[in-house]
């Protein structure tokens, strides 16, 4: 299918294209009202539903925009080409993926990535933010999480949208993740009806590149800082100890890997209780001591530490933990169970 098939094909599920990239407007009649084509809140852009005349074609009152849903969806999504444009139009389709250009060996995977991160929004009040309190996690609304509503999720030659969230890995300070900082992104499809990851064989992926890297959250470059694996055990901990820094790793090699940013001189290591987990943490503290850092090593109860929210409660994780950064304060390596 061509461009202009495609416009078509958009043009006879028009309510439907308005219902997810228009999601502040509403019905009005024949017609789908915004206040512009970026999704803003208003009555000054007018999208076609039905006849009479071509439905999905769209003018904006106060700007003289206008165009079809393929134009709307590249706007409306921040698809930075025609081409991005047409993937984000078959998927919302259900259509094959555009077959890869013969250049296709240099698609920048970082630069993916952040132009995903830009089409995202803000976790606050999304069903990203519901999947992560469904998971006892109160403390989430970081700049460094965002919410994707209809993120295509491909599997083969199956695609499907879903809800996501989207974090940003940086390999500087995540407060304030800007498109430059951004390395990569990492993705958690998310069930469209319930808090909970979507029913797909892997509902986690990452994007770009995120080796070594880390997901931040909180001010940065702390005199100690709280790394451990994986966004979810990690924030357990931030909602326990809302006034810590600390940095997710995606997995238990990445946490391996993983280099303390400049003025940290205290580093807590929360690793999963597992012997993959376990070999991270001691790989890690041997790179913090040949970097001058003291390395403490916090082991949970159960798999991991969003397990022991879920179980104790964030006040009782706080009790056992609190102590423990408060020790940390002090030299050397040590594991505490």
């Given at each position: 299918m061509n461009a202009t098939a495609v416009a078509a094909a958009l043009g006879a599920r028009a309510e439907e294209v308005c219902r997810r990239y228009l999601p502040h407007g509403r019905k009005h009649g024949r017609y789908w009202t915004a206040g512009d084509v970026r999704g803003a809140r208003g009555r000054s852009l007018f999208v076609r539903l039905a006849p009479p005349g071509v439905p999905g074609k769209w003018t904006d009152a106060a700007t003289g925009e206008h165009g079809d849903l393929l134009d709307l969806i590249r706007i409306a999504s921040g698809a930075g080409s025609l081409r991005a444009a047409l993937a984000e139009a078959r998927a919302f389709l259900s259509l094959p993926p555009m077959p890869l250009p013969a250049n296709a060996d240099s698609y920048d995977r970082t630069e993916a990535a952040r132009s995903l991160w830009q089409r995202?929004?803000?976790?606050?009040?999304?069903?990203?933010?519901?999947?992560?309190?469904?998971?006892?996690?109160?403390?989430c609304r970081f700049p460094a999480l965002r919410f994707h509503p209809a993120l295509y999720y491909r599997d083969g030659l199956v695609v499907r949208r879903l809800p996501a969230l989207v974090a940003a890995v940086t390999d500087a300070d995540g407060e304030r993740p800007g498109r430059a900082a951004v390395t990569g992104v990492h993705r958690t499809w998310l069930d469209p009806k319930l808090p909970a990851k979507a029913p797909v064989a892997r509902p986690r992926k990452a994007l770009g590149r995120v080796h070594g890297l880390a997901v931040r959250f909180g001010n940065p470059a702390p005199p100690t800082l709280l790394v451990g694996e994986g966004i979810e055990t990690v924030l357990s901990i931030v909602t326990a100890l809302p006034d810590?820094?600390?940095?997710?790793?995606?997995?238990?090699?990445?946490?391996?890997?993983?280099?303390?940013?400049?003025?940290?001189?205290?580093?807590?290591?929360?690793?999963?209780?597992?012997?993959?987990g376990k070999r991270a943490a001691?790989?890690?503290?041997?790179?913090?001591?040949?970097?001058?850092v003291a390395a403490h090593v916090i082991v949970p109860e159960r798999a991991d530490f969003n397990d022991d929210l879920l179980a104790l409660g964030s006040a009782a994780l706080a009790a056992r933990l609190a102590p423990l950064f408060r020790f940390a304060g002090e030299g050397g390596q040590h594991e505490w169970g």
């Open positions: 995202c929004r803000a976790i606050d009040s999304t069903h990203a933010e519901a999947y992560l309190r469904a998971r006892g996690i109160d403390r810590i820094a600390a940095a997710a790793a995606l997995s238990a090699g990445s946490l391996g890997a993983f280099a303390p940013p400049p003025g940290v001189t205290r580093l807590v290591v929360a690793r999963d209780n597992d012997p993959e001691e790989r890690l503290g041997r790179r913090c001591a040949q970097a001058g």
